[in-house]
């Protein structure tokens, strides 16, 4: 199984298990993921205090687009999925002209 902080793109969301915008997201999440053919990882923000310190998470949902183990977008808050696909498509044509 691939790791997110292996080399490639992935998409990985924060969440917590009281927040209803999260449990909301998470299915809309790996959907797009699926989409645009990238991983989707999740982690609840209670179990992963070391990760939420590094890359600075002040709310949930949080999501990330990471290459290799770095973000290089984020967004915050329930997105619906025509919005959620729209950001990752953007923020992945990006990535990829180097911005």
């Given at each position: 199984m691939?790791?997110?902080?292996?080399?490639?793109?992935?998409?990985?969301?924060i969440g917590g298990s009281?927040?209803?915008?999260?449990?909301?997201?998470?299915?809309a999440a790996r959907e797009a993921a699926q989409k645009f053919s990238v991983p989707f990882f999740y982690f609840n923000e209670s179990q992963s205090a070391e990760l939420i310190k590094e890359w600075s998470v002040k709310t949930v949902p949080s999501l990330f687009l990471v290459d290799g183990g770095v973000p290089f977008a984020?967004?915050?808050?329930?997105?619906?999925?025509?919005?959620?696909?729209?950001?990752?498509?953007?923020?992945?044509?990006?990535?990829?002209?180097?911005?």
């Open positions: 691939k790791n997110f902080t292996q080399p490639g793109i992935c998409l990985v969301e009281a927040c209803a915008g999260c449990h909301q997201l998470m299915p984020e967004a915050h808050g329930f997105q619906p999925q025509e919005i959620l696909e729209y950001w990752i498509e953007y923020k992945l044509q990006e990535h990829k002209n180097g911005r």
